[in-house]
């Protein structure tokens, strides 16, 4: 908590999101300080894409503020594409594109956004599959890879643009229960290398063991946040302690 | 490749072998049979030896086929101009057509009236308009050359439909595509070239070659402007020995040009089915 005071990457403010009469966000407050992670849990349809999605302004929001690293990226007149430049998002339907290859997936950004050289971006392209445990497959198209795999390469494609921060958004919640695992693993691995993290899981088990913070969403509110010992653990609003009760009935929490 | 099969295997995979010939067999007789059945039919009609002597004739087909072949060889030369005037004018209507915000309204509403004016407007009365009403304006570098203002009218009426095709195809493309593009940080232009244009185009390309198939026939319209090609030459040997038959030989010459298109066409279609398939 005392870090996150010295240094935060991500700051919203008061976030209120709305299609058409129906409020999905009703004034979220949500920090994330550097090198930390965030999950975000609730119910399905709860509102956890559309606050990534609005985080990564591909959503337009309707009231509030999002800082990154102290500026306001959601006011208009910010450059956004900028501001998209330094985050990072991985989607639940891995939104890989399918006419390029796995290597090609990954070099892209590097190589037309941050203009990498070519032959550089390739590399280090080839070396994020291998840290994601995909050698051999640098050549192959999207069609042709499992589910674990395919989310896979898109965790190397959200990390090929070195994000300030790495949204990720119920990244295991396509895949088949043997499939998950592999792809947690990564992530686990990504945030103990310092990454500054804001995801959204059902994993509740995943959630404990390296989040920071879990914040509970309810009705387009935070309902409950704090340290996962205690929200997952010990919750002290009665809706948190009957979504949970929800999760481990459905075998969740594990 | 050298699995020992099962009996079970080797019988079934017989069967099926058995199957197979047995199909072609019943293909192949009932396709004589319908063929025969209508060469009987037209040979047995009143009118047959007149239409045999007037449509058919052997010699008046032989003596036609070179300058019929001429001709085609200008047919064949304006499908190739027009058709990538047509691609590279339709991609571009299609692309225009899909711009957002209010800096590009009238761009917009230009595209999208063009559409409707060359999608609209019969392709032999583009024809007429644009080969004798052009070069009537007198204007300084305006062409002259029947086929090349026959060219023009072929790109400006075929890019209407094919810059449909291609947006089509660019709205068939799923928004989290785009989505994934922008927040690696693509500009509109960018996520365009890169991600959208290369799905939409695979996406589109039968029915891109369906329209290319019409195309090529419709090549021989330009004929009424004058412009010796394969209809032309064949309608100027018909009106000097009054015999219809140039025009069967230019007939099938189109046809089997068509042929060819056709399968690929077939082919690219059939590969894209597997592809959807697949994913
Ligand atoms: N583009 C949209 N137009 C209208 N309504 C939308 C749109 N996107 C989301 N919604 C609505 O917003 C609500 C929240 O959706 P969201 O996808 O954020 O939920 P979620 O918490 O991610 O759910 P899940 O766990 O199932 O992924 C839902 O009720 C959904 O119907
Ligand atoms: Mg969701």
Redesign the interface.
């Known amino acids: 908590m005392k870090e996150q005071q010295a240094e935060l990457v991500l700051d919203v403010r008061g976030l209120v999101k709305r299609y058409g009469t129906t409020t999905v966000l009703d004034g979220i407050d949500i920090a994330v300080g550097a090198h930390q992670v965030v999950t975000v849990i609730g119910a399905s349809g709860s509102g956890k894409s559309t606050l990534l999605?609005c985080v990564?302004l591909?959503d337009e929001v309707d009231d509030g503020q999002i800082l990154l690293d102290g500026v306001d990226i959601s006011d208009p007149r910010a450059d956004a594409?900028a501001a998209?430049?330094r985050?990072?998002?991985v989607?639940q339907?891995f939104?890989?594109?399918?006419?390029m290859t796995a290597v090609d997936n990954i070099s892209?950004?590097p190589r037309?956004?941050?203009k990498v050289d070519p032959g550089e971006a390739h590399e280090k392209a080839l070396d994020l599959l291998h840290r994601v445990g995909l050698d051999g497959f640098a050549d192959a198209y999207p069609?042709r890879l499992s589910g674990g795999q395919q989310q896979r390469v898109a965790i190397a494609?959200a990390l090929a643009?070195r994000p300030r921060l790495l949204l990720l958004d119920e990244i295991t919640s396509a895949l088949d229960p043997e499939l998950v695992g592999e792809v947690l693993a990564i992530v686990k691995e990504v945030a103990r290398g310092g990454m500054t993290i804001l995801m959204a899981t059902h994993e509740m088990g995943f959630a404990k063991q390296v989040s920071d913070q879990v914040v509970f969403l309810d009705e387009g509110k935070v309902c409950e946040s704090g340290p996962p010992e205690r929200v997952l653990g010990d919750p002290t609003h009665p809706r948190t302690r009957q979504f949970l009760a929800r999760v481990i009935a459905a075998g969740w929490l594990t | 490749m050298t699995h020992a099969l099962s009996p079970l295997a080797r019988e079934r995979r017989a069967y099926r072998r058995s199957r197979a010939r047995r199909s072609t067999l019943v293909a192949l007789l009932s396709t004589v049979v319908v063929a025969a059945a209508i060469g009987v039919a037209v040979t047995q009609s009143p009118g047959w030896p007149r239409v045999q002597v007037t449509f058919l004739d052997p010699a008046s087909a032989w003596r036609s086929l070179p300058t019929v072949l001429e001709g085609l060889w200008l047919n064949v030369r304006v499908l190739v101009v027009a058709e990538l005037g047509i691609l590279v004018l339709g991609l571009l209507i299609a692309v225009l057509r899909t711009l957002r915000g209010p800096v590009f309204f009238p761009v917009r509403a230009l595209a999208t009236g063009y559409v409707d004016l060359f999608r609209g407007i019969p392709l032999l009365i583009a024809l007429y308009l644009i080969g004798f009403g052009l070069p009537a304006l007198r204007l300084q570098g305006i062409p002259t050359d029947t086929a090349v203002l026959g060219c023009v009218a072929l790109i400006l009426v075929y890019s209407a439909y094919v810059a449909e095709v291609f947006r089509a195809g660019i709205e068939s493309v799923h928004p989290s595509q785009r989505a994934a593009a922008r927040s690696l940080g693509l500009t509109h232009r960018q996520s365009m070239r890169l991600v959208v244009l290369p799905q939409a185009v695979r996406r589109v390309l039968p029915p891109l070659l369906n329209d290319f198939v019409a195309l090529q026939k419709d090549c021989g319209l330009i004929s009424v402007l004058g412009a010796v090609d394969a209809i032309r030459a064949a309608q100027i040997d018909a009106a000097r020995t009054f015999n219809f038959t140039p025009y069967v030989v230019a007939g099938l010459l189109f046809v089997l040009l068509a042929i060819p298109t056709g399968r690929i066409a077939d082919a690219v279609a059939a590969r894209a089915a597997r592809r959807q398939g697949a994913q």
């Open positions: 999605r990564d591909l594409a998209q430049r985050m990072a998002i989607f339907a939104n890989l594109f399918p006419h892209l950004a037309v956004v941050h069609d494609r643009v």
